[in-house]
């Protein structure tokens, strides 16, 4: 592996592009939330495959969101790119996106009569709303915090 300067610089690097990814991410889960709505019902084969790609990328975008990611990274980078401002950073964002989950989950099932969303409809947007809401906030306050 070629050196491209300090554990220091090669960590501001990489929490800087973290914080540009992010929002792309997001941009992709709504992405995924529109193909997913845009298509109907889902008993083609390729529907499955569009709801496990979701599932998949969700599941992805959680565990970035909870661990800090960076898993295939030396433990001294991985310690340095989750120092205690972006743990608090990724606190904050994750409280964000549980509760924009659960208002989302609180107007689905007072919106039920007007809308008429099946189950997994429903789960779709409490879990895209939330892992959103927690994307964006997680990079604008990292975002603000590298200056």
């Known amino acids: 592996m070629v050196d491209s300067g300090s554990s220091a610089e090669v960590a501001e690097r990489l929490g800087r592009r973290r914080a540009r990814l ?3 991410l997001g941009i992709f889960l709504l992405i995924q939330q529109s193909a997913y709505f845009g298509h109907g019902g889902g ?3 390729v529907d499955h495959v569009r709801v496990g790609a979701w599932v998949v990328m ?3 975008v959680l565990f970035v969101l909870t661990t800090g990611g960076f ?3 030396g433990s001294e980078l991985r310690a340095m790119l989750n120092d205690e401002s ?3 950073n990724r606190a904050a964002a994750l409280e964000l996106g549980f509760v924009l989950a659960m208002a989302t989950g609180i107007v689905l099932y007072v919106a039920q009569g007007a809308w008429q969303l099946t189950v997994g409809e429903s789960i779709h947007l409490i879990v895209t709303a939330g892992l959103f809401a927690a994307l964006l906030r ?3 306050l990292e975002r603000r915090g590298l200056g």
């Open 71 to 73: 898993w295939f990274r």
């Open 22 to 24: 992010f929002p792309v």
């Open 43 to 45: 008993e083609r084969i």
């Open 58 to 60: 969700s599941a992805v």
């Open 138 to 140: 997680f990079s604008s």
């Open 86 to 88: 972006t743990r608090a």
